[in-house]
């Protein structure tokens, strides 16, 4: 995992902070080539997700006389209908959902020095996991909306079916063949596809699968894709990019001194160390660099860090009562969310939306809807 960078004065060992991993672009893309995808909406073919660089300081500011409350455009019949899947891959159907407690240990195992596995291989894992079945529970949804801002109501929020499916996903990336152990993986994208809202009274199917393995400025990057179903139709997709650093790769730094200022803010939020400790219970993800000042300490960080798809399900949560039946959301993470902190979200219709630090405008998470 990496490491803070040293104070002025410390020798310098090339360690990097997870901000200097993920503040800048998490893909190879172009300006111009983001804008033909945005404008084509989210029926291109690629599973990656894109870089969304140019939005962290792209003026989100309503023009003047426009209401940022007002409505957004419809997007109902742009939504993506492709299925998009990888090429043939063997199947493996797990009886159920696997216990996200054991892949965490197996995960910490992997990390650990002569114990955990050093072969890194260089392409995703062969194979797809399936599991049928799976049920929410009211009392669970209802817990995570008020975590994460939503209103407590029957359809699913957008990000739900990620936590839902999530330890499919996390078996997947436990895996031997997955080419980087978790325990140092970074979560730097992610993009999600609502095709039709979801009551919480059917079962889902869900499907997970890598692909996309490729070089990164820090390491190199893989995008997780879970794909979930509802009496074999495919109603939700998520992309998860994941960066594994790694020592030799090279990059260039940031310059934190000529980022432009930040957008104008609609709404400020102040963040206490509990937004991680009750979405860790939520989510599953206890990771303790979301949940312990001690554990963030190991990993590198003063204090601990709000969890990414926590930041991106508030966001949504902001906008919940004008955003559309059917949409795609697509969020880079940029540097790491403070607990206790104020970040201040901006939004315009549209949608793109940004949360940066209230204090330094710094930019935390920078996203689009279409």
Same mark, same amino acid.
């Given at each position: 995992?990496?490491?803070?960078?040293?104070?002025?004065?410390?020798?310098?060992?090339?360690?990097?902070?997870?901000?200097?991993?993920?503040?800048?672009?998490?893909?190879?893309?172009?300006?111009?080539?983001?804008?033909?995808?945005?404008?084509?909406?989210?029926?291109?073919?690629?599973?990656?997700?894109?870089?969304?660089?140019?939005? @962290?300081? !792209?003026?989100? &500011?309503? /023009?003047?006389?426009?209401? $940022?409350? =007002? %409505?957004?455009?419809?997007?109902?019949? #742009?939504?993506?209908?492709?299925?998009?899947?990888?090429?043939?891959?063997?199947?493996?159907?797990?009886?159920?959902?696997?216990?996200?407690?054991?892949?965490?240990?197996?995960?910490?195992?992997?990390?650990?020095?002569?114990?955990?596995?050093?072969?890194?291989?260089?392409?995703?894992?062969?194979?797809?996991?399936?599991?049928?079945?799976?049920?929410?529970?009211?009392?669970?949804?209802?817990?995570?909306?008020?975590?994460?801002?939503?209103?407590?109501?029957?359809?699913?929020?957008?990000?739900?079916?990620?936590?839902?499916?999530?330890?499919? @996903?996390? !078996?997947?990336? &436990?895996? /031997?063949?997955?080419?980087? $152990?978790? =325990? %140092?993986?970074?979560?730097?994208?992610? #993009?999600?596809?609502?095709?039709?809202?979801?009551?919480?009274?059917?079962?889902?199917?869900?499907?997970?699968?890598?692909?996309?393995?490729?070089?990164?400025?820090?390491?190199?990057?893989?995008?997780?894709?879970?794909?979930?179903?509802?009496?074999?139709?495919?109603?939700?997709?998520?992309?998860?990019?994941?960066?594994?650093?790694?020592?030799?790769?090279?990059?260039?730094?940031?310059?934190?001194?000529?980022?432009?200022?930040?957008?104008?803010?609609?709404?400020?939020?102040?963040?206490?160390?509990?937004?991680?400790?009750?979405?860790?219970?939520?989510?599953?993800?206890?990771?303790?660099?979301?949940?312990?000042?001690?554990? =963030?300490?190991?990993?590198?960080?003063?204090?601990?860090?709000?969890?990414?798809?926590?930041?991106?399900?508030?966001?949504?949560?902001?906008?919940?009562?004008?955003?559309?039946?059917?949409?795609?959301?697509?969020?880079?993470?940029?540097?790491?969310?403070?607990?206790?902190?104020?970040?201040?979200?901006?939004?315009?219709?549209?949608?793109?939306?940004?949360?940066?630090?209230?204090?330094?405008?710094?930019?935390?998470?920078?996203?689009?809807?279409?």
């Amino acid at each position: 995992m990496a490491r803070r960078r040293n104070r002025p004065g410390d020798s310098d060992d090339g360690e990097l902070s997870v901000g200097d991993l993920i503040d800048g672009p998490t893909e190879v893309i172009s300006a111009a080539a983001l804008a033909a995808a945005r404008a084509a909406g989210p029926d291109h073919s690629a599973d990656e997700t894109h870089d969304l660089s140019a939005y @962290a300081t !792209r003026d989100l &500011t309503p /023009p003047a006389g426009t209401d $940022p409350a =007002a %409505g957004t455009e419809d997007l109902t019949g #742009r939504s993506g209908g492709h299925d998009g899947g990888p090429a043939a891959r063997p199947r493996v159907v797990l009886p159920g959902l696997p216990r996200p407690g054991a892949l965490r240990r197996r995960a910490l195992r992997d990390a650990l020095p002569g114990i955990g596995r050093s072969r890194r291989p260089d392409a995703a894992p062969p194979v797809e996991l399936a599991v049928a079945g799976v049920t929410v529970d009211r009392a669970h949804l209802a817990e995570y909306d008020r975590v994460c801002g939503f209103r407590v109501a029957d359809a699913l929020p957008a990000t739900y079916p990620h936590v839902l499916g999530f330890p499919l @996903a996390l !078996r997947l990336m &436990t895996l /031997p063949e997955f080419p980087f $152990p978790l =325990a %140092g993986v970074v979560h730097v994208g992610n #993009r999600i596809t609502v095709h039709r809202p979801v009551p919480a009274d059917v079962p889902w199917d869900f499907v997970a699968y890598a692909g996309n393995l490729r070089p990164h400025a820090r390491g190199r990057q893989v995008d997780v894709v879970l794909v979930g179903s509802v009496d074999g139709e495919q109603v939700w997709r998520g992309v998860s990019t994941y960066l594994g650093r790694e020592r030799g790769a090279g990059g260039g730094g940031r310059d934190p001194g000529g980022r432009p200022a930040p957008p104008a803010a609609t709404a400020h939020w102040r963040l206490t160390p509990r937004v991680g400790t009750d979405y860790a219970r939520v989510s599953g993800d206890h990771n303790p660099i979301h949940t312990s000042r001690l554990g =963030a300490r190991l990993f590198g960080f003063p204090r601990p860090i709000a969890h990414g798809m926590w930041s991106k399900a508030r966001c949504l949560a902001a906008l919940e009562s004008r955003l559309p039946e059917a949409y795609t959301v697509e969020v880079a993470f940029k540097l790491p969310v403070p607990l206790p902190s104020t970040v201040a979200f901006s939004a315009v219709p549209g949608w793109d939306f940004a949360l940066h630090d209230a204090r330094n405008g710094r930019p935390h998470l920078v996203g689009t809807v279409r």
